[in-house]
């Protein structure tokens, strides 16, 4: 079985200031964890993947995430946040693939305000 | 331009009459689903299908049909519509090449039953 949890419903930071947006996961496989944003009225578009290979993953924007396996976590960060940050954040776990037939699990979402 | 598409993206409906909401993808990916979007849960997976003719339940499929009949389609049927599945509607795609299941998403349907 899979889960995710995003421990935060809501993030504010003032622009400048780093970004944390926490992420616990659990899976009976080896997981594939993502970040997907979503800016107001928008889709969802992919800011990073983790898929075993290098633990610290980057992606777009300037996001970073780390899977740490002992701590069941995939947080994502950045150094400084930009006014154009501000969005719904969702980490997702998927059970390994197509040939594991995935259902895939979102968090239920971290709202990111940025203050100006 | 690679892309997921979706019609309609607005809908007003009332309760009981049948509605379909098309998703195609022209990246000839295998893996594609369907999810709803409500505040405070995320988004929660409707159906999902494999390949042309493979679907599966995902965790609230109750009150939704689907179909594969080609590779590019997977229409989303609510045959009896009530309001509790008023919600926002999102369509994915992915290659089964992809590892983990990387998605694409459509730009989302927005559904309002009265």
């Known amino acids: 079985a899979q889960s995710v949890t995003q421990l935060d419903s809501h993030v504010s930071v003032s622009e400048g200031t780093p970004v944390l947006l926490r992420c616990n996961y659990s899976s009976s496989y080896s997981p594939s964890l993502f970040w997907y944003v979503q800016h107001p009225n928008k889709g969802l578009q992919l800011l990073l993947k983790?898929?075993?290979?290098?633990?610290l993953v980057k992606g777009i924007n300037g996001f970073e995430a780390e899977f740490k396996k002992s701590e069941t976590s995939f947080h994502l960060t950045k150094p400084s946040a930009h006014m154009s940050d501000a969005a719904e954040y969702f980490c997702?776990?998927?059970?390994?693939?197509?040939?594991?037939?995935?259902?895939?699990?979102f968090g239920s979402g971290t709202r990111l305000s940025i203050r100006p | 331009e690679a892309q997921v598409t979706q019609n309609p993206r607005y809908l007003i409906t009332v309760t009981g009459k049948k509605l379909t909401v098309t998703c195609s993808q022209n990246?000839?990916?295998?893996?594609m689903s369907w999810y709803r979007q409500d505040p405070g849960l995320g988004l929660r997976q409707i159906y999902y299908s494999m390949n042309v003719e493979v679907t599966d339940k995902g965790d609230v499929p109750e009150g939704y049909k689907v179909s594969r009949k080609e590779k590019r389609n997977f229409p989303l049927i609510l045959e009896s519509p009530s309001p509790n599945q008023t919600s926002l509607y999102f369509c994915?795609?992915?290659?089964?090449?992809?590892?983990?299941?990387?998605?694409?998403f459509g730009p989302g349907t927005r559904l309002t039953v009265t």
């Open positions: 990246m000839n990916h295998e893996y």
């Open positions: 997702v776990v998927s059970g390994g693939g197509y040939s594991s037939a995935s259902k895939i699990i």
């Open positions: 983790y898929t075993s290979a290098a633990t």
């Open positions: 994915a795609s992915s290659s089964r090449y992809s590892t983990g299941l990387e998605q694409y």
